[in-house]
């Protein structure tokens, strides 16, 4: 049956104390941090270095930039187009020549329908070099799972965990192989779709949790080595390094409710507009990240108007080398053209996307191929009379 509108009506009326209490609760602790936010911008450098040379490791952040008091530590962008055409204008002056590359994935898991778990990887790419011709590259890899790669019946472990991390492995392994291929070229621009800081895999064994970590250092290393800007792109973050340091410094009350995108929003960020950057310092995974530590940069980036603003990740050497400027208008360009989410991530997405008329694809593939080998592979019945339909 379907829902029932009235009874969900009547149960949110008759909860609603519960929504308004939690609502008040959190708009004061919002404006405890939200004080605290402004109290850190306004103290002098030498006063802020007093206070963070209390508290040298695990703060959650720690400013790698002035931080402007009287914009509350953003960094104002202070351009307004008139049209869309304007806006594009100044992309194509940003952009023109700089190659964006990105990464994305999809999967096949195991299921039912298989006597033997086996399961398919896609990772599409997308490089675009911005030249007036319109010249692209889309291109994807794929990789098949046997169940000693998924290691199925072993001490119950998901399946799907290690398809997850088996794409993962190959987004990542791209990237690396796209940033060695054109090294020491700073007129390229490397996207990854997610944090360069696995707290995701904080809560996994310690075996899956070294796994991401070791990916993920790997890809922050080649970076640095070949000299090629990388930038972690985090659309929704609920990341709480800025409220973890302002919590530790004020002694404030903890809030789970509160993190950094929350925060500065409210402080009437504009389109364009940036936080000043921070080094990453979180607690519990970065110190397992060995020399890269202590290198991970990470600012805030106004991309829409009507919602909070994307995270920003990347490797500090870029902070070093003087590049974080020009290397945030290519991201500023790389939104505009995707209409508030960056086009070269969004068509990566696109590129790999394994759809249901692939999974069938492979399956009746699958299948051919099993009989011609005579191997014991058998199909339920539902998913034999979808083959054959299809």
């Known amino acids: 049956m379907t829902l029932k509108p009235s009874q969900i009506v009547d149960l949110l009326n008759s909860k609603r104390d519960d929504f308004t209490q939690f609502d008040v609760k959190a708009l004061q602790r919002l404006q405890q941090y939200r004080q605290a936010l402004t109290q850190f911008v306004n103290l002098s450098e030498a006063e802020r270095s007093r206070l963070l040379a209390k508290h040298p490791v695990a703060l959650g952040a720690r400013p790698l930039e002035p931080l402007p008091d009287t914009t509350q530590g953003m960094m104002p962008f202070e351009l307004e187009w008139q049209s869309r055409e304007q806006s594009l204008e100044w992309v194509r002056d940003r952009l023109t020549g700089i190659t964006t590359f990105a990464v994305d994935g999809s999967q096949i898991y195991p299921g039912k329908d298989l006597s033997i778990p086996v399961a398919l990887v896609q990772i599409g790419w997308f490089e675009n070099p911005h030249q007036p011709g319109g010249s692209y590259e889309k291109?994807?890899?794929?990789?098949?799972?046997?169940?000693?790669?998924?290691?199925?019946?072993?001490?119950?472990?998901?399946?799907d965990r290690r398809v997850n991390m088996r794409r993962f492995q190959m987004?990542?392994?791209?990237?690396?192989?796209?940033?060695?291929?054109?090294?020491?070229?700073?007129?390229?621009?490397?996207?990854?779709?997610?944090?360069?800081?696995?707290?995701?895999?904080?809560?996994f064994e310690p075996e899956v949790r070294e796994f991401y970590i070791k990916c993920l250092v790997r890809l922050l290393r080649a970076s640095e080595t070949h000299r090629v800007p990388l930038v972690a792109y985090i659309d929704t973050s609920y990341a709480q390094d800025l409220t973890t340091m302002l919590q530790t410094l004020f002694?404030?009350?903890?809030?789970?409710?509160?993190?950094?995108?929350?925060?500065?929003?409210?402080?009437?960020?504009?389109?364009?507009?940036?936080?000043?950057?921070?080094?990453?310092?979180?607690?519990?995974?970065?110190?397992?990240?060995?020399?890269?530590?202590?290198?991970?940069?990470?600012?805030?980036?106004?991309?829409?108007?009507?919602?909070?603003?994307?995270?920003?990740e990347m490797p500090h050497w870029m902070h070093e080398a003087g590049l974080v400027d020009t290397v945030l208008d290519w991201v500023r360009g790389e939104v505009i053209v995707g209409g508030g989410y960056p086009y070269v991530i969004e068509t990566a997405d696109q590129t790999a996307v394994l759809q249901t008329a692939d999974r069938q694809t492979f399956f009746r593939i699958l299948q051919d191929w099993a009989e011609q080998q005579q191997v014991n592979l058998r199909f339920s019945r539902k998913m034999v009379s979808k083959v054959r339909r299809r």
């Open 251 to 312: 002694e404030l009350p903890k809030s789970d409710s509160i993190h950094d995108a929350q925060l500065l929003n409210a402080v009437g960020m504009q389109w364009g507009d940036r936080l000043s950057l921070f080094q990453c310092q979180r607690a519990d995974i970065l110190e397992d990240y060995e020399d890269q530590h202590d290198k991970i940069a990470f600012t805030y980036l106004k991309t829409t108007r009507d919602t909070y603003p994307a995270r920003l």
């Open 139 to 159: 291109d994807v890899a794929v990789d098949i799972m046997t169940p000693q790669d998924l290691r199925a019946g072993n001490s119950g472990e998901p399946v």
């Open 171 to 203: 987004e990542t392994e791209r990237l690396v192989e796209y940033i060695a291929a054109n090294s020491n070229s700073t007129r390229h621009l490397v996207f990854l779709d997610g944090s360069l800081v696995a707290t995701f895999a904080r809560g």
